[in-house]
């Protein structure tokens, strides 16, 4: 008795990007060639009318269902689910291309018969010019997760790209959390962790690839926004998942808070702006002693690129910190997400050398007070 068939809908929520689009659909028809098995593309798209008439046509030239939706991403998904046929059901984001094997080998891990699979992670590669913007993103953690395929064998929690589900299990854990606020963000990382916490594995497959466009990420603009972002629906993916929350060493950004606001106080009392500089010139020294020592540590690029690495990630805490604080939650002062053993030991390295900077810097400040004549 041969093996069942697998049969994929891939769901693509798109706004804009119509030539990336093109590009996504045209891939995914040689892909679709290349498989013995049957495979609906489904784009729920909120363009305007322009772009969505050019989207439209594409989506005629490459036999892939059109439908028109809301802004919100996760209602896309959802609906883009609601629309499909087959019971494996995939993610892919409107800026990237696939492999010309990504269905076979998704259908690959399908067919192994692991006991309580969920859904198959592939690989996520950047593809383009790597542009000076894109030389310091790569030194940050953010990109880390596209290439967790390649790394581990199973994953607690995966983004929304090049990731495919049994429709049964995605439907069993509620689909996108379409409650959440702003129209994208974290509602992946929120699916995949009820997945997992459900019982279910997720497997990795880094043969399964799509190619993600570098130029969607070549703005400072939107990086920005992406880290307030992301930093922000932290509050609300550990306040679904509370136990993610973990005690922590205090993090160097809500204790910069923390001693900034106390500053102005004692500058009054003392009739001195020394804490006021003093806490300017820890927060300066701090960021110039991490991007030495990650520097040394041989990641191998000039020190302005470390320096400049640190700008998102410090967005990301400050988005952070302002919801904890604007839901009158201090545990952000004490606690952190945490997800496994394995996170620890990825971030234990970088947090040494944050810790060191901060510590050292907080010194050499103290130094700098004491040989102030008086």
Known sequence: MGKARIDFSVVIPTFGRESYVRKLLASL???????????????VDS??????????????????IYCEGEQSVRWKRNYGVRQSRFPIVMFIDSDCEV?????????????????????????????????????????????????????????????G?????????????GGFEENFPFRLGGDDLDLSLRVTTSG???????????????????????????????GRMEYYICNKHPQLLRRDLPRREPLFLLFSLFSPVLAIVSHSMIPIWGIVLW????????????????????????????????MYQLGCIFEYLRHKRLDILYRRMIFSIHHIRSIWPEEVRRLWASLLAFWIVLLFYALLPR
């Open 161 to 173: 790209n090049n990731i495919s589900y049994f429709r049964s299990v995605f439907d069993n854990v």
């Open 29 to 43: 028809d040689a892909a679709r060639s290349n498989y013995d098995g049957e495979v609906e593309v489904i784009i």
């Open 200 to 230: 279910h594995w997720i497997k990795t497959n880094p043969r399964a690839v799509t190619y993600h466009a570098r130029d969607t990420w070549n703005s400072w603009k939107a990086i920005l926004e992406r880290a307030i972002r992301w």
């Open 99 to 159: 492999d010309s094997d990504i269905f076979k080998e998704h259908a690959k891990i399908y067919e192994s018969v692991i006991e309580r699979l969920g859904g198959v992670y592939g690989l996520t590669r950047f593809v383009g010019k790597r542009s000076f913007l894109w030389r310091i993103i790569e030194l940050t953690s953010f990109v880390d997760v596209f290439s967790f395929a390649e790394r581990f064998p199973y994953v607690q929690w995966a983004i």
């Open 283 to 314: 927060g300066i020294t701090a960021f110039l002693l991490r991007s030495l020592l990650d520097q040394v540590a041989g990641h191998g690029k000039p020190l302005f690129y470390h320096f400049l690495a640190q700008i998102p990630t410090v």
């Open 47 to 64: 363009s305007n009318q322009v772009a969505a008439q050019h989207i439209a046509e594409s989506c005629k030239m490459y036999d892939a």
